[in-house]
């Protein structure tokens, strides 16, 4: 049969067609009025995507230049950082924090778990300047508590900042910035905005803002100020990934057609898809006698299945990839070989995620050398499918 390329992978996810051709066809300087005008509506879009009255930057890097920058404006050598961390992305903030000559404590928990309040609450002490934390493991698929989190940093009565990388976490989990006062959020292009890598961004608070006026940490190409300053003129401080703003502009376009005209009833939709979609695929991968790897706290964005024994689960990917020209995920750091992982941010439906587990049953079957029950992945999807339509039907 032939063999459509796929993307079953957290970053990057499958791309938005409208996206693609506004990419491709667009081709205006960053220093005339016409990108000017799509750089101003993008920004106030993004705004709304991300449900904040905070502003908005949008950057080209890496949702790791993003991170850095969020490290490198809001702190000074010396600063004691409470970083937590529970895979290989909060092991990134640890680096990062480290990188600045900060004094690091680091709450560390092991892969897949996720942290309780009161452990986090006895770290928070007074000398603390600033948490640094990720909405959803993407290396483990864990879901942190940031709403738990936020409220005991505020409730310290400091001047403590929060920052949350959520960079797979906008978009696939119910997220309220400026209730729950994150000084900073992190996103990124690839993830369920739907479009190619090259773009990061995140929502600035005013309390991260005066920070900056006196943090001595290095910075240039990544200073937010600069950044903050070009922005209120139309533009970017230094050249822009045009076409990528195009694609991001026709995202938003997208995304706001979802919810009826509203972004943050959009982005909503997304949410609700990728949790619907998590479930379906956490029911057929049990459906399979796989385990669930963050089963106490399960993220929307991707699903985390422990490989059965004596299997490695890089002959998962492979199999994936040779017979299905799939990609799924290997597991990363020291979960390498032990867990896949399967995504469900952005541009995914009812038929990528019931073909996904069909081409697993298939892969388990070639990969274990047993005897698989086929359609016993699909048939427990379907009945999650089956209930949850029926139930949000019922709540119209």
Known sequence: MLRKN??????????????????????????????RNLFTRVLADMKEFIGTQNDVLVLACSGTGVMEAAVSNLTSPGDKILVLTAGKFGERWTALVEAYGCQVDTLSKPYGETFSLDEVRSRLTPDVRAVYVQATETSTGARHDVKGIAKLVRATGNDTLLVVDAITGLGTTHLDVDGWGVDIIIGGSQKALMIPPGLAYCAVSERAWQRMETTKSPRYYFDLRKERKSAAKGESAY????????????????????????????????????????????????????????????????????????????????????????????????????????????YYDYLDTIGALAALEHVLAHVTGKSVAFGSAVRAAQEVFARQTEAAGASR
């Open 6 to 35: 796929r993307l079953f992978t957290p970053g990057p996810t499958p791309l938005l067609p409208a996206a693609q051709f506004a990419e491709a066809s667009f081709t205006a300087h960053h220093r005339t009025a016409d990108f």
């Open 239 to 346: 050249t822009p990934a045009t076409s990528l703003f195009a694609a991001l502009g026709a995202a938003l376009d997208y995304i706001r057609q979802l919810g009826a005209g509203n972004l943050g009833a959009g982005r909503e939709d997304l949410v609700n898809n990728a949790e619907l979609a998590a479930e379906m695929t956490r029911a057929g991968g049990l459906a399979l006698g796989l385990k669930l790897f963050a089963p106490s706290s399960p993220a929307a964005a991707v699903t985390a299945l422990e490989a059965p024994a004596g299997v490695d689960s890089g002959a998962i990917v492979k199999e994936f990839r040779e017979s299905f020209n799939a990609v799924v995920a290997n597991g990363q750091g020291e979960m390498k070989g032990k867990l896949f992982r399967m995504a469900h941010i952005g």
